[in-house]
């Protein structure tokens, strides 16, 4: 992965603190009628079926490293009767998560943590899934990254992510900016990230390219911030509703043109129970 030394983990959560204390989510606008609160590309169908095949159930541990506003992991707590840690470094957002765990009645099942993925301790072997939902393009030293997860798994234990890569390659300044913009740490290829889950001692059992996924989000959701112009502008101001614009139909347009795309990967602990 090319790090992108501009963006570091406080920088990120302050990016997504901005971004949701109006109480506005534009990923809301892009899931419409299916939002349950995510800021992944999913609708909370796709993320029931691949948190099924990662073999999440009733019982199952969770870690949601990036768990944001708590959507996701909430929405599998309840349909699934799991049990989910989230960590997130906005505080913004874990405080939506945390409200929303309460208003759902979800206390039992799901635990938001506060803080940098790299700074928390966490117990080894005590996850059943270790889950990513298009959060880890913000994590810098992804390769360490991934040496956590497959500690934190028991033996037999599940890797899952999704997330944004970079399916043909941009110029260097394009990344650059790209990156910056998203406050991504960088982004993978799914090469990449193929070898850097192998390199961490885990065993591949999928690995799937879901590019479509990402071309049918920033469509709807440039769609969606232009329709709600006003009550944007409203909450962020006129020089950060532009700048989210750009943001986006530089986003869209890579990603319809083939060069940004998602990657969903399942892997495991091959360690002996
Ligand atoms: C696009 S959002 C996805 C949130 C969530 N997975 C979902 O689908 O709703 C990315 C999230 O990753 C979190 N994040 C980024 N870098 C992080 C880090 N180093 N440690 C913990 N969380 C991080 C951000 O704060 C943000 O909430």
């Not at 309840?78 to 505080?91: A, E, F, K, N, P």
Request: charged letters at 25%; one cysteine or more.
């Amino acid at each position: 992965m090319n790090e992108n030394d501009r963006v570091d983990e406080a920088t990120v959560g302050q990016f997504y603190d901005s971004l949701w204390s109006s109480g506005l989510s534009t990923a809301a606008l892009a899931h419409g009628a299916d939002d349950v609160g995510q800021e992944c590309l999913l609708t909370p169908r796709e993320i029931g079926v691949f948190a099924q095949r990662a073999g999440i159930a009733a019982g199952t541990q969770v870690l949601d490293i990036g768990s944001g506003r708590g959507g996701p992991a909430c929405y599998l707590a309840r349909q699934l009767g799991c049990r989910v840690v989230g960590i997130d470094i906005s505080t913004v957002g874990h405080a939506q998560a945390i409200a929303r765990a309460r208003d759902e009645g979800l206390g039992h099942l799901v635990e938001f943590r506060l803080g940098g993925i790299h700074a928390v301790e966490l117990p080894h072997g005590a996850f059943d899934v270790v889950l990513g939902l298009d959060a880890w393009c913000h994590i810098p030293r992804r390769g360490e990254l991934l040496k956590r997860c497959a500690a934190w798994l028991r033996p037999g234990g599940r890797l899952a992510f999704y997330d944004h890569v970079e399916l043909r390659p941009m110029p260097a300044e394009q990344r650059q900016r790209f990156c910056t913009i998203w406050r991504f740490a960088g982004l993978e290829t799914p090469r990449s990230y193929v070898a850097a889950v192998g390199a961490a001692g885990l065993r591949l059992l999928s690995s799937e390219e879901t590019s479509a996924y990402t071309a049918r989000f920033y469509t709807r959701i440039l769609e969606g911030y232009q329709e709600h112009r006003a009550e944007f502008e409203a909450a962020r101001g006129p020089e950060r509703y532009r700048e989210g614009l750009e943001r986006l139909k530089m986003t869209r347009k890579l990603a319809v043109t083939g060069v940004l795309g998602q990657l969903a990967c399942i892997a495991e602990n091959p360690g002996r129970a």
